[in-house]
């Protein structure tokens, strides 16, 4: 587990947008699956502003980790959020991008889209390996779209679950527990004061596994690399140096 500590979203954002440009131009083909939030959001601004030349952009390929059950143009779509910020405004081809169908009947989309996956991405161990996986972290713990009332949606034998916003009662997509721990890297990009006491129980709490879907995440690649800013690491910082 590498973390990566910054004084503001925006130097997050360069930094990672950084790192992404160098492992992209790196290699043949990039399998990636995004994430929704507000930190991804700045980073997707940051990569369209600064590297709408300087990347190989039809090397990437991209799919999501999450959705929600909405059409693509609502606000609250994570496809309509990436293509706003990125995808239109840098040279990726269309046919390199694999939205979920969000405006489609839930179970009947994360049976299809796990098709999708299952047959894009490079398989290892019998199970797709996404070369990068970005994921959020929301402030009770949950990521993608696995929250702490289902965990048992990280164990799932599927590909993709549909799972439910407890408070919205909001159907999601989501990818599940074996797909994230299966890519060769995860990255989480957490930024804000509401994510620190969380973070830090996350962190440094032995049970918090058992109580949120963020503590599962440990990919057996094991690179999962925390870009995060002061704020949301101060919960960590108060107590203990990183
Ligand atoms: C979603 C995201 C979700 C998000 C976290 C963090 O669809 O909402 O995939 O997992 O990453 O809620 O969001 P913020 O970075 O905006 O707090």
Known sequence: MVFKVYKS???LAEQFAHFFSE???GQESTYVALSGGSTPGIVFEVLARDYQKSIYWDRVYFFWGDERCVPPDDEQSNY???RTALLDKVPVPERNIFRIRGED???EEARQYADTIASHIPLQQDLP???LIFLGMGDDGHTASIFPQQMELWDSDAICEVAEHPETGQQRI???GRVINNAKKVVFLVTGKAKAEKLREILREDDSPDRY???LVGPSSGDVIWYVDREAVSG???RESL
């Open 129 to 131: 390996c996404f070369d």
């Open 236 to 238: 960590l910082l108060d």
């Open 80 to 82: 309509k959020m990436a």
């Open 213 to 215: 879907p963020a503590a």
């Open 174 to 176: 989501t990818i599940t």
């Open 105 to 107: 009947q839930p179970e």
């Open 9 to 11: 979203r925006e130097e």
């Open 23 to 25: 492992l992209v131009n």
